[in-house]
Each structure stands twice: as structure tokens, then as C-alpha cells.
């Protein structure tokens, strides 16, 4: 399914988050969005995925504009998975896996027999079949991201929206979802913190600085050593490595002011 | 643009590649293009949680409650046996039986058994407005009292016994229920401009309470005697003694119509676990769920606490037990809610109206004390402390 973004603007309490963003991703395509903290990540995420109505702009899926669909229409199209959503209680696994089929769900009726098997198939995708009757709060951190993320593929959705998914993974479990969410034919929207997963794994990236996209392109064409020094005020040299893929190494924080942080302490 | 429907297969041309035409037999959750088909595989078992089916166990509980109804009505300041019980319904149904002394007749015909069937209706909507509150907050201590409606409905009650508000014509009934829908009006007006986020709810449910709950104690001390001071002590500590059957029949429609809304409403109630962002990426109306879930758990505290005061606890703890049994989600949850806390509304006044006999107690301390204890098992068993 391909998303188109126009023109989009959001902002919190009359701080501008998002400014004039555009951008159009194809169906299939892979897409990381990178950005430092606070560039608008999270909230350009949210956008896309309808859970925001911008203050300007539209949002497409497939060249509709989604402006007046209700949840469960968007809920069947695109599925999105927050950073660390958490909950107390006694929810299993399954039961959590179990919400994805909420969109196709009746009021009147309980999961079915296509709920049930697709559910099974999100949980063994995920690696969780063993943990299916294990209760969330004796999960860890990666394996409640896992369940979420088999949550998300539970709703069989055209687009997944992911707001940095590998926080809490471990470096295996970091890279069997970099290279799930590669696979798949489901076009993708994953905010990453990493720049070398985003390099490795993304077909395209975009980055966000001050709520503004100041580059889209391959990764090759957006990480270069100009825009982390000004993006991400970091100082880092960029390689090729043998697969063709950005690698990067990091010198050191760039220190922007003249004064190091410990001058004026006395 | 890909169809909306599971069942419609989107055009290759705007979808995402299609998958081959002939049907895979698993279900391939990275081609979304494949959801159309119907899944025959053996699907794996349900979860092992509930060793009883769950029909089997509502079944069995509701049950148990049509028993408890049965035995309560038999117990009391006066006994009354089965017979008795058979006799009074008998000549109501026009069997050729022996009518019961007037006297008797009356006692199970017009205290007994609208009381016993008040306690059934009452808990049964207390229980579940609670596990809804719970949900809708994601608050554990969450209970039907926390929109502050129980406070509004003292206010209302206390104006109209101490003031003389609205002469004869209200009653205290009609003067809780109407102080209730007060206060849940200002929560909503109060909850307009923000929306009902989750914290918010609480937080200004006890504001709205605490302001009920002080110009409650403002009127008593302002213009109340003794007796009557204690007579809405009575009131607010919950009792079933006023129910009489136009206040059962009140609560016979009401209850049942929105413990189906809130029972339609499971859905979402799930979905909730992990907050309103990704409640609605699931597809639910985030906002237009949380209130009319409010507005049903209003109108059904409002009613109950109208007539029989302000029952504690058991809003609180059957839920909370419930879920111990049938685990955290509400299709299950909520009609075993209902059920849980009717039988355990009836056993509680059952035991206020026999445990000093021929004094009663009132029912809020019963169902702590008999709650406390049943709560620190169910949190024990399950490791919880």
C-alpha cells in the first residue's frame, strides 16, 4: 500500500512538532525514519498512522485520504506499534497477540477459528509459541516488544508503523526483526534510533531534524558525515562496508558552543 | 486502494504484490495480500488458563445464584420456609394454593424477595462497573464511586432529608439519584475540553467527590439533628432495606440494558490494556468508547446508589477475584462479574439482616468485612503479597 504524506504539520499545545513534511512511500518499500530526540519521530509516526489529525496536511493510504476514515478502517490497513506500550494485569501473550484480530472482531463475537490460527501464525513468526500462556508481566523487555510487534502482524496489515521496535532487543533479536520487517511485502514505517540497523536494513531513509525532513534518499545518499555532525551533533566517519552498506564509527559528541561542559564548575 | 473488507481481495495494481492465486494452507502474515483466505488448518488449542469451558462456568455461577436467591429469601429477623416462599408466589400465580397470612404474605412478598432480588441486581451492576472503571482508567483501584457519583447522590439524599428539598414529592431516592446525574454532569463538563484521558478521569472524579462529599457534611452539620444525622449515616453505609419492587423494577430495566452495552463494549475494554494510542490503532473509538462506557457505569451507579446507598468494595474486589478465574478479558469477565457480584451482594445482606437479628447492619460493612479477607486470599494466591 503506498502512504503519501503532503504538506503535514503538527503541533502540541501550539509548539510546532511536525512542520511541513512530505513524503511517499511505495508499496513494499522499506523506510526508516531517523532523527535525534525530539526531532518529531513519534509524532510523524502518529500522524501516519491516523492517531493524530495534523494540523495541516494530508495523509494517504493508497491515494485515499484517510481524514475521514474511523479507526477500524484505518485499523485494517495499517497496524503500529507504540514504544514501550505497557499494561498491569494478568494478559497472556496470546491474549495480547490476540487484540491484532480486534479490528476484524464483531462486537457480538468472540475470536473464531481464523482469529485463533492467525494468531498461532503471529506468535510462531515472533518465536513466541512457547510463551503463548505465559503472563505479560513476567515477560522481558524484549519479548513484550516481540509480542507487540506479533500483535501488530496479527491485524494482517498493508503498512506497519513501528516507533523504535529494537529498543529492549537484544543484538539477535535486534536483527531477526530488522530483517522480518525487510522481508516482508507490507510497506514500512520504522523510527530508529540505530544508524547502522537503519543503513543495513532499510531500502530508503528519512531523516527529521526540528520537525523538518532535511533528507530522503538510500542510505548512502542521507548518512553522510555533514548531516550527523548538524543533525546529530556527533562526530563520525563513513565507510563502506564489503556488503555495500553506510557502516559508520563514531569520534565523539560534536561540541557545538566552545565551552566543554565541565568548564564553570568550579 | 486495497478493499476494506477481509474478505474482498484488494487490485494487484494498488495493493501490495499479490500472492500466488492458488490458496497457501498457513496463514502468511507477511503477505497481507493472502488474508482472504479462510484458515482450515487445525487451529491449536484455546488457552489452558480456564479449566472449565466458559459457558460451563457462567452457567454454574448463575446457578449458584439462582440457589442464593432461593436460600436468602428464607433468611432474616423472621424465619420463613420454602413452603411459605412457594405459597406466596403460588397465589400470585394463581395456583390453588392456601394464601399465606396477610402478615407473612407481606414479609416475603413485599420486603423479602424484592430486597434479596435488589441485592442480585445491585451487586451484578456494581461488580461490573467496576471491572469497566478499572479497564477504562487501567487503574487497579478503580471503583464504581470514583466519578464521584456516589458523593452526589449522599448531597442529593442529605438535601432532602435535612432541607426538606423538593418537599414529599422526591423522596430520597428520586433526590440521590438526581444529586448522582449532578455530579456525573459536572465530571463530563469538567472532562469536556480535555477529553476523557485515562488519568484525567480519576483525578476528576475525586475532585467532583471530594466536593459532594463536603457539602454533604455541610448540610448535616449545618442544620441536621442527631436522628437524622444518623438515619443518612444508615443511608450512606449502604442498606437493602428500602428496596421495594417499583425500585427493583427500575433497576431490572436499567441493569440488564447496560450491563449489555458494557458487554458489547469487551472489545475495547481489551484493548485498552496498553492505552488510548494503541487502543486506537486497534481500531477503536478511543473517545466515544470511554464515554459512553462513563455515561452507562454513571447511570447504573446512580440508580443502585439511589436506592440502596453507597455499597462499598464490591465494585472493587469481584472484579478483581473474577479476573483471577476467567483471567483479564472482559467477554468473559464481564458476565461473570455480574454474576459473582450478585451472589455476593445477596450473601452479604443476607448475613446484615441476620447476623444481630432482629437488628440490622448495613450492608457496606459487611461487604468489608467479609471482602477484606476474601480479597487478601485471592491477592495471596496470586503471589501478589
Known sequence: ??????????????????????????????????????????????????????????????????????????????????????????????????????????????PDATDRAVVAAALERLGLTGLADRPWPSLSGGERQRAHIARALAQQPWALLLDEPTNHLDVKHQLELMELLASTEQTVLVALHDLALAARYCDRLLLLHHGRLVADGSPADVLTSERLATVFEVDAGLTTDALGHPSISYRGPLRLSSRSPLEGVS | MPADRISVRPAASAGPAASGTSAPAAVDLLRPAARGITVTAATPPAGSRAALPRPVLVLGIALVLAASVAASVRIGAADVGYADVGRAFGVRLGLDVTPLPPLADSLVWDLRLPRVLMAALVGAALAVCGAVLQAVTRNALADPYLLGVSSGASTGAVAVVVLGVGAGALGVTGGALIGALVAFGLLLALLRRSGPDSVRIALTGVVVGQLFT????????????????????????????????????????????????????????????????????????????????????????????????????????????????????????????????????????????SVLAPRELPAGVITALVGVPLFLLVLRRRGAL
Open chain 1, 1 to 110: 500500500m503506498r502512504i503519501t504524506v503532503e504538506g503535514l504539520s503538527w503541533a502540541a499545545a501550539g509548539t510546532p512538532v511536525v512542520r511541513d513534511v512530505g513524503l511517499d512511500i511505495a508499496p513494499g518499500e522499506t523506510v526508516g525514519l531517523l532523527g535525534p530526540n525530539g526531532s518529531g519521530k513519534s509524532s510523524l509516526l502518529r500522524c501516519v498512522a491516523g492517531l493524530r489529525v495534523p494540523s495541516a496536511g494530508s495523509v494517504r493510504y493508497g491515494g485515499e485520504t484517510i481524514r475521514c476514515w474511523d479507526a477500524r478502517r484505518i485499523a485494517r490497513h495499517v497496524a503500529f506499534v507504540e514504544q514501550s506500550a505497557d499494561a498491569d494485569g494478568e494478559l497472556r501473550v496470546a491474549d495480547v497477540v490476540g487484540l491484532g484480530r480486534t479490528p476484524f472482531r464483531s462486537r457480538w463475537r468472540g
Open chain 2, 214 to 353: 463536603a457539602l454533604t457534611s455541610l448540610t448535616l452539620m449545618a442544620s441536621a439533628d442527631a436522628d437524622t444525622t444518623r438515619a443518612v449515616t444508615h443511608w450512606l453505609l449502604g442498606s437493602m432495606a428500602p428496596a421495594r419492587w417499583e425500585s427493583v423494577a427500575v433497576c431490572a430495566v436499567v441493569t440488564p440494558l447496560g450491563l449489555t452495552v458494557a458487554w458489547l463494549c469487551s472489545n475495547a475494554l481489551d484493548a485498552f490494556a496498553f492505552g488510548a494510542d494503541t487502543a486506537s490503532s486497534l481500531g477503536i473509538g478511543v473517545r466515544g468508547t470511554r464515554t459512553l462506557l462513563l455515561v452507562v457505569t454513571a447511570v447504573l451507579t446512580s440508580v443502585a446508589v439511589a436506592t440502596v446507598g453507597a455499597i462499598g468494595f464490591v465494585g472493587l474486589i469481584v472484579p478483581h477475584g473474577v479476573r483471577f478465574l476467567t483471567g483479564p478479558r472482559h467477554r468473559v469477565l464481564l458476565p461473570c462479574s455480574a454474576l459473582v457480584g450478585a451472589v455476593f451482594l445477596v450473601w452479604t445482606d443476607a448475613l446484615a439482616r
